[in-house]
């Protein structure tokens, strides 16, 4: 089973829409949770952190439920410069280790049109 | 500041042959990790170093594939032999000692095997 799951899409959306993505990931020794964003042909960035109370970065809203493993993202108000891929991303740190590592999602294609 | 930086950035090979990869990370980072990211999927963690030792490599495979970072700063993944299911891009990327989950990523190296 991998450790995060992610639908791949695409979503296609226009601009202005509202458009969410949710990812689920599976070792509950999880213990941060991030947003990653990939431009076509690019390298993934660090879009935002996630949080169990919930964080905003203007129009973005991450989230996370740690009961059900499920993390999430709002964005609002679409912009064309938000298609990209979404990577759900979990860090895990090994018993004993006082490092982690990262778990990537396959990603979530957003294509947002005029 | 001067980002990651990876070469080559394209690498068409033959099955059976040889390859090498290079990375220099940012400044002042201490831990440099190595990924694989294979069309469709995301990056998944080959190797990760922490100045010049190795903190986790048990993605990689070891039979084909050997990276160094010997002075702890620069680093080279290698493949030896190369096989059809290798092609990839091939990406780095570099943290601070206390940001690990903030990476920052190379260009990467888009590696072809025919």
């Known amino acids: 089973r991998k450790e995060v799951e992610q639908d791949p899409g695409p979503f296609n959306v226009p601009e202005g829409a509202t458009v969410a993505f949710n990812c689920t990931y599976s070792n509950s020794a999880s213990q941060s949770f991030f947003w990653y964003r990939q431009d076509c042909r690019k390298e993934p960035k660090l879009l935002m952190s996630?949080?169990?109370s919930g964080n905003e970065d203007g129009r973005f809203t991450a989230q996370l439920n740690r009961a059900s493993q499920y993390i999430s993202l709002l964005i609002r108000d679409s912009k064309l410069s938000d298609s990209a891929t979404y990577l759900c991303?979990?860090?895990?740190?090994?018993?004993?280790?006082?490092?982690?590592?990262?778990?990537f999602g396959r990603g979530t294609q957003l294509t947002v049109w005029p | 500041e001067a980002g990651v930086a990876q070469s080559p950035r394209y690498k068409i090979i033959e099955k059976r042959q040889s390859v090498a990869f290079w990375c220099n990370p940012i400044?002042?980072?201490?831990?440099l990790y190595w990924y694989q990211q294979i069309l469709g999927q995301g990056p998944k963690l080959l190797i990760q170093?922490?100045?010049?030792?190795?903190?986790?490599d048990s993605q990689l495979p070891k039979d084909r594939f050997s990276a160094e970072r010997l002075k702890g700063v620069d680093s080279t993944l290698k493949i030896q032999p190369a096989k059809l299911e290798d092609s990839a891009v091939y990406l780095c990327?570099?943290?601070?000692?206390?940001?690990?989950?903030?990476?920052?990523f190379g260009p990467g190296t888009r590696l072809t095997v025919t």
């Open positions: 996630v949080y169990s």
């Open positions: 170093f922490q100045n010049n030792g190795v903190v986790d």
């Open positions: 990327a570099s943290s601070s000692i206390d940001s690990a989950y903030e990476q920052y």
């Open positions: 400044s002042g980072h201490a831990t």
């Open positions: 991303v979990v860090n895990i740190r090994a018993r004993g280790s006082t490092l982690g590592r990262l778990y």
